[in-house]
């Protein structure tokens, strides 16, 4: 016996013993491998012989929530209003310029003829030679950004809010405190419409004109203490005049006035405007088309030019941050050059000089 296992520690431990053992061993390994393989995945075209529980792969049951609110919902979001309500001592809804309807609160002319673009329009110097306003567009689409624009712009320049935020009527209220005047943004369709969308409640081209009195009306319900109305967006709505006509004539007989942001190069709302008797104004181009502090420190210098000129100039931007950073700037030094920043309503029918 003594023997025998010498012998066979010998053999193993030789050359040809231990290749031996190498192979016996690697055998023994793909036995136990296949052995584990049948036992977890089943033989092949049978069935498998570890059920797995359904809760391990099916999908997850949907949470029990409250759905949000779209912003297109219809639901009114500003109150009836019954009252006369303020910002600190500012005006922002006056009972007798509200019709109190099922989607909010519409703007109209008062019984004694007052109209809400006189009523909310911002105070402005009544002796001025050479006027210049700036309306700056965007705000409540961004808290953050429409923040910066009220902490950083001076009061007299007009700021246009769209009508999608919930909490949009509580930015127009701190922006009215501050002195601004604010203009409410109408979405109109662009060109490129709808690879461009301002939004729900578009107002379209070749649509029936009850349907955009309707999706106008949504928004004039939004929040109150606007003096007039702009348009988001709108390249090619504002060159169609069948439908532009009748919106018009509907704002008119609300007591505002159009602002023309100068998004469409064939604008006809100054004509349409003349034939429904609506007042309006109608910007330049844009002055942050480019966003540089330089182009846009040049655009405002134009604006000067153009008010030396003509006694007045109106420009338009959106709340970037290097927009109105150059804006405040420029206007800090206005009143040394002969000039005076004011809200739109002040340009309105103003006399140019001769």
Same mark, same amino acid.
């Given at each position: 016996?003594?023997?025998?296992?010498?012998?066979?520690?010998?053999?193993?431990?030789?050359?040809?013993?231990?290749?031996?053992?190498?192979?016996?061993?690697?055998?023994?390994?793909?036995?136990?491998?296949?052995?584990?393989?049948?036992?977890?995945?089943?033989?092949?075209?049978?069935?498998?012989?570890?059920?797995?529980?359904?809760?391990?792969?099916?999908?997850?049951?949907?949470?029990?929530?409250?759905?949000?609110?779209?912003?297109?919902?219809?639901?009114?979001?500003?109150?009836?209003?019954?009252?006369?309500?303020?910002?600190?001592?500012?005006?922002?809804?006056?009972?007798?310029?509200?019709?109190?309807?099922?989607?909010?609160?519409?703007?109209?002319?008062?019984?004694?003829?007052?109209k809400p673009m006189t009523v909310?329009?911002?105070?402005?110097?009544?002796?001025?030679?050479?006027?210049? %306003?700036? +309306?700056? =567009?965007? !705000? $409540? /689409?961004?808290?953050?950004?429409?923040?910066? @624009? #009220?902490?950083?712009?001076?009061a007299a320049v007009t700021v246009?809010?769209?009508?999608?935020?919930?909490?949009?009527?509580?930015?127009?209220?701190?922006?009215?405190?501050?002195?601004?005047?604010?203009?409410?943004?109408?979405?109109?369709?662009?060109?490129?419409?709808?690879?461009?969308?301002?939004?729900?409640?578009?107002?379209?081209?070749?649509?029936?004109?009850?349907?955009?009195?309707?999706?106008?009306?949504?928004?004039?319900?939004?929040?109150?203490?606007? %003096?007039? +109305?702009? =348009?988001? !967006? $709108? /390249?090619?709505?504002?060159?169609?005049?069948? @439908? #532009?006509?009748?919106?018009?004539?509907?704002?008119?007989?609300?007591?505002?006035?159009?602002?023309?942001?100068?998004?469409?190069?064939?604008?006809?709302?100054?004509?349409?405007?003349?034939?429904?008797?609506?007042?309006?104004?109608?910007?330049?181009?844009?002055?942050?088309?480019?966003?540089?502090?330089?182009?846009?420190?040049?655009?405002?210098?134009e604006l000067e030019t153009q008010?030396?000129?003509?006694?007045?100039?109106?420009?338009?931007?959106?709340?970037?941050?290097?927009?109105?950073?150059?804006?405040?700037?420029?206007?800090?030094?206005?009143?040394?050059?002969?000039?005076?920043?004011?809200?739109?309503?002040?340009?309105?029918?103003?006399?140019?000089?001769?």
């Amino acid at each position: 016996m003594a023997a025998a296992a010498e012998s066979a520690e010998g053999f193993l431990a030789s050359k040809p013993g231990r290749a031996l053992a190498f192979g016996c061993s690697f055998l023994a390994f793909l036995l136990a491998t296949g052995a584990l393989t049948i036992t977890l995945l089943g033989r092949p075209g049978g069935p498998a012989a570890v059920t797995l529980e359904l809760g391990d792969f099916s999908p997850a049951k949907p949470k029990t929530v409250a759905p949000m609110r779209p912003v297109s919902d219809e639901a009114p979001v500003a109150a009836p209003v019954t009252r006369p309500l303020y910002a600190g001592k500012v005006l922002l809804a006056d009972p007798a310029l509200i019709e109190n309807t099922i989607r909010g609160p519409l703007p109209r002319i008062a019984d004694d003829g007052r109209k809400p673009m006189t009523v909310y329009a911002a105070p402005a110097p009544a002796n001025a030679k050479f006027k210049i %306003a700036i +309306v700056v =567009n965007g !705000l $409540g /689409q961004s808290a953050t950004a429409t923040k910066t @624009a #009220l902490d950083s712009l001076p009061a007299a320049v007009t700021v246009g809010f769209t009508p999608y935020a919930n909490d949009v009527g509580e930015w127009v209220a701190q922006a009215r405190v501050r002195g601004h005047e604010v203009l409410l943004q109408i979405p109109m369709e662009p060109l490129d419409f709808p690879d461009s969308d301002p939004g729900p409640h578009t107002l379209r081209s070749g649509q029936e004109e009850e349907a955009n009195i309707q999706r106008l009306t949504w928004a004039l319900s939004r929040f109150t203490g606007y %003096a007039g +109305v702009s =348009n988001l !967006l $709108g /390249q090619r709505f504002l060159t169609d005049s069948e @439908a #532009l006509s009748p919106v018009l004539s509907y704002l008119n007989r609300r007591g505002l006035y159009f602002f023309d942001s100068g998004a469409a190069s064939q604008s006809v709302a100054p004509m349409v405007a003349g034939q429904v008797g609506i007042p309006v104004v109608q910007s330049g181009p844009a002055l942050d088309t480019v966003q540089s502090p330089q182009e846009i420190d040049r655009r405002l210098s134009e604006l000067e030019t153009q008010a030396r000129a003509n006694g007045s100039a109106v420009g338009t931007a959106f709340l970037y941050p290097a927009t109105t950073a150059r804006i405040a700037a420029w206007a800090r030094g206005l009143e040394s050059r002969g000039f005076v920043l004011v809200p739109v309503s002040a340009i309105l029918n103003a006399p140019k000089q001769k």
